[in-house]
Protein backbone atom coordinates (compact mmCIF):
# COMPACT_ATOMS: atom_id res chain seq x y z
CA UNK A 1 0.00 0.00 0.00
CA UNK A 2 1.17 3.34 -1.04
CA UNK A 3 2.13 6.07 1.36
CA UNK A 4 -0.39 8.59 -0.51
CA UNK A 5 -3.23 5.92 0.42
CA UNK A 6 -1.75 5.46 3.81
CA UNK A 7 -1.68 9.50 3.83
CA UNK A 8 -5.85 9.45 2.52
CA UNK A 9 -7.21 7.37 5.59
CA UNK A 10 -5.13 7.79 8.30
CA UNK A 11 -6.28 10.74 10.24
CA UNK A 12 -9.35 9.03 9.88
CA UNK A 13 -7.85 5.86 10.83
CA UNK A 14 -6.00 7.53 13.92
CA UNK A 15 -9.78 8.54 15.12
CA UNK A 16 -11.48 5.68 14.50
CA UNK A 17 -9.31 3.46 16.48
CA UNK A 18 -9.43 4.42 19.76
CA UNK A 19 -5.86 4.73 21.68
CA UNK A 20 -6.86 6.35 24.51
CA UNK A 21 -6.43 5.37 28.17
CA UNK A 22 -5.55 6.59 31.83
CA UNK A 23 -1.95 7.84 32.14
CA UNK A 24 0.37 7.67 34.67
CA UNK A 25 2.63 10.13 35.25
CA UNK A 26 5.85 9.86 33.74
CA UNK A 27 5.69 6.71 32.33
CA UNK A 28 6.18 5.57 29.11
CA UNK A 29 3.75 6.03 26.22
CA UNK A 30 6.36 5.43 23.29
CA UNK A 31 10.08 4.68 22.57
CA UNK A 32 11.33 5.60 19.21
CA UNK A 33 14.94 4.97 18.46
CA UNK A 34 15.87 5.43 21.90
CA UNK A 35 14.11 8.59 22.49
CA UNK A 36 11.42 7.94 24.92
CA UNK A 37 7.66 9.60 24.09
CA UNK A 38 6.16 9.91 27.90
CA UNK A 39 2.43 9.99 28.55
CA UNK A 40 2.94 13.35 30.33
CA UNK A 41 3.94 14.42 26.83
CA UNK A 42 1.28 12.77 25.14
CA UNK A 43 -1.33 14.43 27.96
CA UNK A 44 -0.03 17.83 27.36
CA UNK A 45 -0.29 17.78 23.24
CA UNK A 46 -3.89 16.31 23.98
CA UNK A 47 -4.32 19.45 26.19
CA UNK A 48 -3.54 21.53 23.55
CA UNK A 49 -5.46 20.10 20.81
CA UNK A 50 -8.29 19.92 22.87
CA UNK A 51 -8.03 23.83 23.54
CA UNK A 52 -7.56 24.39 20.05
CA UNK A 53 -10.01 22.38 18.67
CA UNK A 54 -13.01 23.16 22.15
CA UNK A 55 -14.95 26.18 19.07
CA UNK A 56 -15.85 23.25 17.05
CA UNK A 57 -18.01 20.26 17.43
CA UNK A 58 -16.13 17.10 17.15
CA UNK A 59 -17.85 13.52 16.62
CA UNK A 60 -17.71 10.73 19.07
CA UNK A 61 -14.72 9.01 16.95
CA UNK A 62 -12.21 11.94 17.65
CA UNK A 63 -9.39 10.03 19.94
CA UNK A 64 -7.02 12.79 21.06
CA UNK A 65 -4.80 10.12 22.80
CA UNK A 66 -4.17 7.83 19.88
CA UNK A 67 -4.01 11.36 17.37
CA UNK A 68 -1.63 12.78 19.37
CA UNK A 69 0.41 9.31 19.62
CA UNK A 70 0.56 8.11 16.48
CA UNK A 71 1.59 11.71 15.37
CA UNK A 72 4.51 12.29 17.46
CA UNK A 73 5.93 8.75 16.40
CA UNK A 74 5.38 9.66 12.60
CA UNK A 75 6.85 12.71 13.10
CA UNK A 76 9.82 11.32 14.75
CA UNK A 77 9.74 8.09 12.39
CA UNK A 78 9.72 10.52 9.06
CA UNK A 79 12.25 13.06 10.01
CA UNK A 80 14.86 9.97 10.69
CA UNK A 81 13.89 8.59 7.51
CA UNK A 82 13.23 11.58 5.19
CA UNK A 83 17.03 12.54 6.74
CA UNK A 84 18.92 10.09 5.77
CA UNK A 85 17.74 10.88 2.04
CA UNK A 86 18.80 14.75 2.69
CA UNK A 87 15.36 15.55 2.96
CA UNK A 88 14.94 18.49 5.93
CA UNK A 89 11.12 19.84 6.15
CA UNK A 90 10.91 23.19 7.48
CA UNK A 91 7.91 24.89 8.43
CA UNK A 92 7.89 26.89 5.49
CA UNK A 93 7.31 23.72 3.44
CA UNK A 94 4.20 22.57 5.69
CA UNK A 95 2.82 26.25 5.24
CA UNK A 96 2.37 25.26 1.67
CA UNK A 97 1.32 21.79 2.15
CA UNK A 98 -1.26 22.40 4.53
CA UNK A 99 -2.80 25.15 2.66
CA UNK A 100 -2.61 23.31 -0.56
CA UNK A 101 -3.48 19.40 0.81
CA UNK A 102 -5.92 20.20 3.57
CA UNK A 103 -9.43 21.34 3.71
CA UNK A 104 -9.40 24.48 5.93
CA UNK A 105 -11.66 23.08 8.42
CA UNK A 106 -9.82 19.76 8.71
CA UNK A 107 -8.21 18.53 12.31
CA UNK A 108 -4.93 19.25 10.76
CA UNK A 109 -5.51 22.56 9.44
CA UNK A 110 -7.24 23.50 12.70
CA UNK A 111 -4.62 22.20 14.49
CA UNK A 112 -1.89 23.86 12.53
CA UNK A 113 -3.33 27.06 12.65
CA UNK A 114 -3.08 26.73 16.41
CA UNK A 115 0.67 27.92 17.53
CA UNK A 116 0.69 26.05 20.95
CA UNK A 117 -1.30 22.98 18.53
CA UNK A 118 0.80 23.14 15.86
CA UNK A 119 3.37 20.24 16.81
CA UNK A 120 0.26 17.88 17.39
CA UNK A 121 0.23 17.47 13.90
CA UNK A 122 3.94 17.76 12.33
CA UNK A 123 3.88 13.71 11.14
CA UNK A 124 0.62 14.28 9.16
CA UNK A 125 2.08 17.02 7.42
CA UNK A 126 5.13 15.70 6.92
CA UNK A 127 3.86 12.10 5.72
CA UNK A 128 1.82 14.49 2.78
CA UNK A 129 5.14 16.31 2.38
CA UNK A 130 6.75 13.01 1.76
CA UNK A 131 3.88 12.00 -0.51
CA UNK A 132 3.90 14.98 -2.40
CA UNK A 133 8.21 14.14 -2.73
CA UNK A 134 7.07 11.10 -4.03
CA UNK A 135 4.48 12.12 -6.56
CA UNK A 136 6.88 14.69 -8.36
CA UNK A 137 9.10 11.77 -8.19
CA UNK A 138 12.03 13.62 -6.27
CA UNK A 139 11.58 10.41 -3.54
CA UNK A 140 11.70 7.30 -4.20
CA UNK A 141 8.86 5.41 -2.28
CA UNK A 142 10.75 2.02 -2.10
CA UNK A 143 13.74 3.28 -0.22
CA UNK A 144 11.64 5.43 2.17
CA UNK A 145 9.44 2.78 2.92
CA UNK A 146 12.72 0.61 3.92
CA UNK A 147 14.47 3.25 6.08
CA UNK A 148 10.56 3.92 7.76
CA UNK A 149 10.92 -0.10 8.76
CA UNK A 150 14.13 0.28 9.44
CA UNK A 151 13.34 2.51 12.34
CA UNK A 152 12.99 1.04 15.96
CA UNK A 153 9.64 1.94 17.23
CA UNK A 154 8.13 0.13 20.78
CA UNK A 155 4.95 1.21 21.53
CA UNK A 156 3.43 0.66 25.29
CA UNK A 157 1.05 -2.36 25.44
CA UNK A 158 -1.52 -0.35 27.20
CA UNK A 159 -1.52 1.55 23.73
CA UNK A 160 -1.22 -1.29 21.19
CA UNK A 161 1.42 -1.62 18.47
CA UNK A 162 3.03 0.36 15.98
CA UNK A 163 2.29 -0.66 12.32
CA UNK A 164 5.54 0.62 10.36
CA UNK A 165 3.59 -0.55 7.04
CA UNK A 166 0.98 1.58 7.81
CA UNK A 167 2.58 4.29 9.75
CA UNK A 168 -0.56 4.19 12.49
CA UNK A 169 -0.70 2.52 16.17
CA UNK A 170 -2.99 -0.70 15.99
CA UNK A 171 -5.09 0.03 18.99
CA UNK A 172 -5.52 -2.78 22.22
CA UNK A 173 -8.65 -1.21 22.50
CA UNK A 174 -10.35 -2.15 19.43
CA UNK A 175 -9.72 -5.42 20.93
CA UNK A 176 -11.66 -5.01 24.12
CA UNK A 177 -15.49 -5.43 24.59
CA UNK A 178 -16.27 -1.84 25.40
CA UNK A 179 -13.30 0.29 24.35
CA UNK A 180 -11.86 0.62 27.57
CA UNK A 181 -8.75 -0.52 29.02
CA UNK A 182 -10.41 -1.95 31.68
CA UNK A 183 -12.02 -4.67 29.66
CA UNK A 184 -10.02 -8.27 29.28
CA UNK A 185 -9.24 -9.54 25.54
CA UNK A 186 -11.95 -11.55 24.55
CA UNK A 187 -11.04 -15.12 24.24
Do not use: H
Not at 52 to 64: G, I, Q, V
Not at 107 to 116: E, H, R, T, Y
Not at 155 to 165: L, S
Amino acid sequence: MGLKKILVGLVGVAALIGVSGCSSSGSVAATVDGTVITENTIQSSVKLMNTALAPYTLDDTYDPVGFALTGSIMEMVLTDSLGQLGVTVTDQIRDQVVANSYAPNSIVSLLWADPGARSTVTGFVDLTVANTLIQMGNLDYDTLVTLVKAVPVSVNPRYGDWDAEKLIITSRLANTVSGSLADPFPS
